[in-house]
Structure formats: C-alpha cells, structure tokens
C-alpha cells in the first residue's frame, strides 16, 4: 500500500521524531582533551570513545567572508557526507542560519542575520535528499545551547608537495573564538548568535581532502551528539558533477514564494510562462528528468553583469559597462530578441550607462519596493533574479562567478540545450574568450 503524505505533515513527523529520539538519549558523552591522533585513510585508531547515541546532529560554517552562492556549494559538499553518514548511522545536518553575507548590503532595511534556510529553500525538498532541520530547532530541542565538539578546519601551515588526503591534530593558525572559564564553553560567532550558544571542546585540524575523508573519524574518533566543522570549506567534493552530486542539486529548490514573484515578473514584462517556454516543472525533482533541449525559454535574453568587486578581483576578465552593453546588443540582434534581463550588482548609475545603450531594445530588472526587499532580503532578491535568468530563452553570465554558475545548474535542471545556457561575456567585444566549462546534468 502507497500512502501520500502532505509535506508539511511530513516535516512535522520528522521533528517530533526527532523531539522524541532526543528524550531518550543523554546528550552528555565525554571525549579526552589528551587523546592525540594522526588520521590518514586506512589508519587504525588508538582513540577509543563510548558508543554514540542516535540520532547525532552536524553543524558547519564557513569564512565568513564567502558569499551566497559559495555558501551554497558547500551545503551539497556536506549533505553529501551526510547521506554517507547515514549509511552507518542516524545523522541530522544542522542548517547554518544565514548571516553577515558579505553581498547583501543594503542599508536602508534592518540586519540580515538568523535569517532560517526556509526563507530561501524549499526543506520538503531537502529532506527528501537528506535529514536536515533549522538551528532553531536544533536549540529547541537541545537541553542547553551548547555544541559538544567543534572542530575549526585549517590547511596545513607548511603547505604541500603533492596533494594527498590526510588530516592531523595541530595548533591553531588563526582562532576566531575564545574560552569563557565561568561557563567553561568557547565562545565565537556562531552564526550571529555569538554568546547565547558555546562549544564543549574546540580542536584545530589540518586537513587536506574531500568531505567524505572525515567520514571515519566522525563515526570512530568522537561519539559528541553535537559535531560542528568550522571553515568546511576547507572540504572539496567529493563526486562533483556525478548523479549524486546532481541529486542533491537538483533537491536544493528555491522557496515557492520566492519562485511565485519571478514568475509572476516573467508572466508580466517577459512574455514568459512555463507552459510557454516547455520549463513545467515536477512537484517532486526526484520525478523529473528532461532532456537537453527540452525547454525553450522566455523570449528574452539573460545577463548577468557582475561588477562590484569583480572589477577590481576579475579585472583581465570583467568587460566595461560599454564593452558589455556591445556584446549583448549584438546577441540579442543575432537571437531576434528585444527584451533583455539584467541581474547585476552594479550600482544605479551604471546600470542607467548601460541601458542608455540599449535604447534599440526593451532593457528590465526585477527592483524590489523597500517593503519587499525588507520581507524577502537580500538573498530572496538574489533568487528570484536567478530563476527569471534560469528561464530565458538565452543567458549570458560572467566569468567565474559563482552567481552565475547556480543559474546554469537551474538551466540544466529545467532541460535547455547547454549552448544557451554556458556563457559569458568577454572583457571586450571583439576579442574571443573561454566560455564555462559545461557540466552537464547527469541522472
């Protein structure tokens, strides 16, 4: 017998199993400050540790200077190790609330910090790739606000001769958090929580290799309920670009909200609909499966012109406003297109240069009211200037942008012929540059 679920319902069963899992099971194992090791694959462990209790809850941060987009990347290097994990033994990934994103700037709307992943993310989408729950709700139904081992990851300070994957104790080349000796917790960030949340024990690695390296050592060199990494990013993916990879992908679906507002934009000024440009999509990712070629897009093209520090950092590779305003004058001519979308972060005035050169065609940008930019934040924004670019009949991105690079994930998703979609502008018209690498969907 087949019983269909309402997500919602579901994602509460979820929760109070959770909720009752966590009343039978003390959360307080400790682990030996003096236990040393080495870990390398294949190593047999001196360390010797108490069975965990199940279920058993991971965390991770990342520099907090990486964006958005990166930010998202590392979620799948992850939730990839938790699906690993959960070969073995119960494991919850813990969302990091999203805070103190470098990108998101604007002034003129309260602090965007504790933002939940629901804002942006559908969980039901989520969970249906791995567990996972809010950090909310990781405290609620914690005893105490505390993390019971947080492991910051480093590179190793010597450097390397050839890349091999291998992880070691050692002393802390930079520590951002510091020993509060009344509550005996370290304390630091914490995803803009700073002191309302603590870790039991803190220790520094050296780590070089994927997420899936630090498999072992999490099932056999620790039985904390609570496990945080710090600076995951330090991990690589481990399958990049294979059908688990797009998997979990493919289950990172933005919040229907966020979705309904683009659509209603393209419907509005772009002359765009689903059923129109061949993108429906399925309820459920793990029932869809398109073929490149399959939709056709908006009529409209797409462009994403990065600026801010990217004409600064990407210098050789970022075109002036007027070089851009050329080329995408010329492609859109070529395509028989005369609405253009601009997603960028380039500020008004530029953004006024550049359609003062595109008076030949209809130029638009999603510009949010103050109301909807306070409701939605920075991130929504983003979003929703990514899924109108995701539906265009052409895009057309910037060079190693990782903004641009989800825009081609969603494009790959929704079945457009990958020559439409892995693009992007040259520093100057005339000259020819390399275009992205194109990694394709796989199922």
């Not at 969302?95 to 942006?120: M, T």
């Not at 510091?178 to 005996?184: L, P, Q, R, V």
Request: proline share 4%; net charge negative.
């Amino acid at each position: 017998m087949v019983i269909f679920c309402n997500p919602r319902i579901f994602d509460a069963i979820f929760l109070l199993v959770v909720c009752f899992l966590l009343d039978q099971c003390s959360p307080h194992n400790h682990v030996d400050e003096d236990d040393g090791f080495d870990f390398q694959q294949g190593t047999k462990f001196k360390l010797v540790v108490d069975e965990a209790k199940a279920p058993r809850y991971l965390l991770y941060d990342v520099n907090p200077g990486e964006g958005f987009n990166l930010r998202r990347d590392v979620y799948m290097r992850i939730a990839v190790l938790i699906k690993s994990l959960n070969e073995d033994a119960p494991w919850i990934l813990v969302l990091p609330p999203w805070s103190g994103i470098y990108h998101w700037r604007s002034r003129d709307i309260e602090a965007q910090n504790k933002i939940p992943w629901s804002a942006f993310f559908d969980l039901s989408s989520l969970r249906s790739f791995v567990p996972v729950m809010e950090f909310e709700e990781f405290l609620k139904i914690s005893r105490e606000p505390v993390i019971e081992e947080l492991y910051y990851l480093q590179h190793y300070k010597e450097g390397w001769d050839k890349w091999e994957e291998k992880m070691d104790r050692r002393p802390c080349m930079h520590n951002p958090y510091s020993y509060d000796s009344e509550a005996n917790l370290w304390r630091g960030w914490f995803f803009g929580y700073d002191r309302a949340v603590g870790a039991r024990k803190l220790e520094c690695l050296s780590v070089m290799g994927h997420a899936g390296f630090v498999k072992p050592f999490l099932l056999t060199n620790t039985s904390a309920r609570s496990v945080m990494l710090d600076r995951a990013e330090t991990l690589l993916h481990d399958r990049y670009g294979d059908s688990v990879f797009w998997q979990c992908r493919r289950s990172m679906r933005f919040a229907k909200h966020l979705r309904d507002i683009a659509d209603n934009f393209r419907a509005e000024y772009l002359d765009s609909t689903d059923e129109g440009d061949k993108a429906i999509i399925e309820e459920d990712w793990q029932s869809m499966k398109r073929n490149h070629g399959d939709a056709i897009g908006g009529p409209y093209l797409a462009v994403h012109l990065r600026r801010a520090d990217f004409v600064r950092a990407r210098e050789k590779y970022v075109p002036s406003v007027k070089s851009a305003a050329k080329q995408i004058k010329h492609l859109a001519k070529q395509l028989n297109l005369t609405k253009i979308f601009v997603a960028t972060d380039a500020p008004q005035t530029e953004y006024d240069e550049l359609k003062g050169y595109l008076t030949d065609f209809s130029v638009y940008q999603f510009e949010p009211t103050l109301e909807a930019r306070a409701k939605y934040k920075d991130g929504g924004v983003a979003i929703i200037d990514q899924w109108i670019c995701a539906h265009a009949r052409y895009f057309i991105g910037t060079r190693e942008s990782t903004f641009s690079f989800r825009i081609q994930d969603e494009r790959e998703i929704l079945g457009f012929a990958p020559e439409t979609t892995f693009n992007c502008l040259c520093k100057k018209k005339e000259s020819e540059c390399e275009q992205p690498t194109r990694w394709l969907i796989k199922y």
